[in-house]
């Protein structure tokens, strides 16, 4: 077979053999060649071994089919007619071998198509040419060929040798160290790139620079050089060039010149260097971290405790030959210098915006030497999602870098950020701003003020939280309904609160009348709700003699104060279900109802419940005129009870079953029908009626107790002239209370005062002594032969009462139809006229303080005579 037909045969059956390998198929870290006739894709890397193959067994000695550098493709020279014809790709740039030719793409990156043609029968062929790659690793324990990562060389002075322009050397992580690594010159223009998990470590021990780089068109990704040590500049890098990305450069020194200029970076011609890291780089003169002779840019870097003795502490920036100069989004913090802790340039330059200069008050005098003002600047920002929260509920705390004087985020680098709370829980307590941005949440269990402190380098922010149950507004005076989450935005009506709360929320109700079936008639599902009246005066909930106001369906617990309920057709409040730590302190007047409470229909027991306040005028047909319940436990009712109805049992109170460690107290005033005011069903222990009121009542007993109820200082009326006398209750009493009142002195001059006090005493068994506690009643006062300071006083209040008739005087107080009186005397003492003295020596005074002799003034002494049986007596008459 023709040996020019052989290799053709030979070339397309390679590419039949390879369809399947499509460019997903690729690796581009291996060096081989694939070939599709689908097209997709053809690699050529410095090694190919198809190629090879070609050229070992298809050479006729003249000339060669492939070079195995993969540089060229070749004809038969020996042929008469074209073998192989190479076209160009899209560019125009055209590709051909002609009889007898070598073809070189040299070392061209770009897109290539082939094209074979075998009589009338053509065959493209697309390939990819791009510059090899080479493969370091410091791990491994003996060199390869490095050109995978397979057989990576051990240092990279090995790839050094063998990297022509453009090649890429990829740097497996690990530590590298020793003259293989550092005190390196680079002439090419290489790319050097990072790869693998963890840090790739160029480690020069304090001993030497690092590398010098001689080209100006280097790449350098993702390194990390430390303990660089120049003699002169540059302590990690000398480079004319280039771009430094992603890359870590710690305690590089260039300091043993008085001028020695690049702690880590010295750069002779203008530099990109982005996204890295300078921490604790020291340089003698100028840019403790980085200088450039001839501009550059410099952005999205971090630069840490970078030290120069006299200009830039992190960056000396210079922009010789008219060049440029830029800083942008990067942060500094802790650098030192004399001029210019952070930029020193000997020029201003063309940008040095949206750094992060440590705090949010820069010292620019400090930080800046020659190279500008930015205009704009990072400051920190905390913000908050609420800055009120429940208790249990989280805040979410929002830390940003804000360009000064906006709200827009900038993207600084990764800074520390630590925080701290006054108490409760902080998610976290320190992080990261990444991309200027950093955020967590705050939550506490107990109701309170707290303070969270963040410190980003210098700079200190606090924000105040505040734990609180959520509170909800209603006022019925809005044209319109507003979110309900203030005052100014209150809504309208109690339904659209009820709507909105969650369990324990607080729903404040502004003073007003609501009316309407969006304020009566009303259901409560939440657990735990408060709501309480806000602003003077009253708010009123009327039903108009409709339904009931608010029922509670099996909702263990809920708060109610301050606000008035009235005109109920049914149950004001209807309990349905138990009840729990609770309190009802409210005022229900004029509510109706068949039958269990009027005011408040308890449908369950009460365990740790407290009810207080105002039952007016409640009706009911038949048991429990104000309030009806079950069972109670450790609980109170400490109110007043006036002009209720019943005309059965417990006109103000019924308790159908049993009490366990309750107190009851209160005024029970003018409470008309029924059998009695208090009815008690069940048995009774640890409970007690104590410290209350029961004045004028229209009913056949006062208490009715199944079980019997201890009585402790309560009062039914007594007063000083029937203490003694047993009040008609219905039960046994263990005491009472009586009214007296105290004058003292009880005997006055005209025109004297005395003091009356009104007071409880308790009578117990013969004995009687002052009530210890204070009731909350008002006396109304009335008197005879004089006048008094005040017309109503309460018990134990000090009242004046002034003589200004002779006479047996008296000081009434009354309430209700119970009173006491307590009586005084009222004498004008009378002056003698005439003085008789036997004595032959009398020492008069006047007013007790004036002695005789002196000149005594009508108003002293009024019109006096001086008289005497012994003529030598001189009479003065005044």
Known sequence: MNKKIFILLFFLFVLISMSAVSAADLDSSNDTIALSNDAEAIAIANDV????????????GDGKALENDAKSVAADKNNENDLLSLDNDENGNILKAEEGNLYDLDRGIGEYIIT??????????????APPTW??????????????????????????????????????????????????????????VKYGDGEAIFDAESQRRIWTVMNRFVNIIGLTFKNGNSTNNGGAIYMRGGDVINCTFIDNTAATKSTSYGGAIYCLYYTNVTNCNFTGNYARYMGGAFYTMRGGNVSDCIFTGNNVNSWGGAIGLETADNTEGTVTNCAFFNNTAKYGKAISSSRVLKSIDNNWWGSNNPDWNELINTAGIPSSYAVLNVTADTQTIAPGSKARLNYAFYRNGTTEILSIPERAITLSATGGNLDDTSGYMVNGEFSTEFSADTIGDYEITAMVDNQEIDIPITVAIPTWYVNASKTSSGDGKSEETAFMTLNEAIDAADDG?????????????????????????????????????????????????????????????KNSGSHALFVNGDLCNSTINATF??????????????????????????????????????????SMFNSNICATFINNTASRTGVALCVNSNLDNVNISGN????????EIIYIGGSISNSVIQDSIFINNDANKIITAQSGIQTINNWFGNNATNYNIDPNVGIDLDNWLFLNATADPSEIGLGKSSTIT?????????????????????????????????PVASLGEEITYTAKDNGNASVTGTFETASQTIRLTNNDPI???????ANSTVDLKANDEIESGATLTPADAGNVTYTSSNSSVAVVVN
């Open 49 to 60: 071994n198809a190629i090879d193959d070609l050229n070992e067994n298809y050479s006729d």
């Open 116 to 129: 074979a043609t075998v009589d009338n029968q053509e065959i493209n062929i697309p390939i990819t040419a």
């Open 135 to 192: 493969y370091v690793n410091a791990s491994k324990t003996s060199s390869g060929d490095g050109k995978s990562e397979e057989t990576a060389f051990k240092t990279l002075k090995e790839a050094l040798d063998v990297a022509e322009d453009g090649d890429t050397i990829m740097i497996a992580s690990g530590e590298y160290k020793g003259t293989d690594n550092t005190e390196l010159s680079i002439y090419r223009n290489l790319n050097f």
């Open 505 to 565: 929320d607080i729903i404040m109700i502004a003073s007003g009348t609501y009316t309407g079936d969006k304020n009566v008639g009303l259901e409560i599902n939440n657990n735990g709700l408060t709501l309480n009246k806000y602003g003077g005066g009253e708010a009123i909930f009327d039903a108009q003699g409709n339904e009931g106001i608010l029922t509670l369906f099996r909702v263990p617990s809920i708060n109610i104060n301050g606000l008035t309920f």
């Open 589 to 630: 007047i004029n509510n109706t109802a068949g039958n269990c409470g009027a005011a408040i229909r308890f449908w369950g027991d009460l365990d740790n419940v407290n009810v207080s306040g105002k039952f007016i005028g409640n009706t009911i047909t038949y048991d429990g005129g104000a309030i009806y319940v079950g």
């Open 668 to 675: 029970f005033i003018n409470n008309v029908g029924g059998n």
């Open 758 to 790: 009104f007071d409880m005493y308790t009578y117990s068994d013969g004995f009687t002594y002052l009530y210890n506690k204070s009731m909350n009643i008002q006396l109304d006062l009335t008197q005879t032969l004089g006048e008094l300071d005040k």
């Open 831 to 837: 002056i003698p006229t005439e003085i008789k003295i």
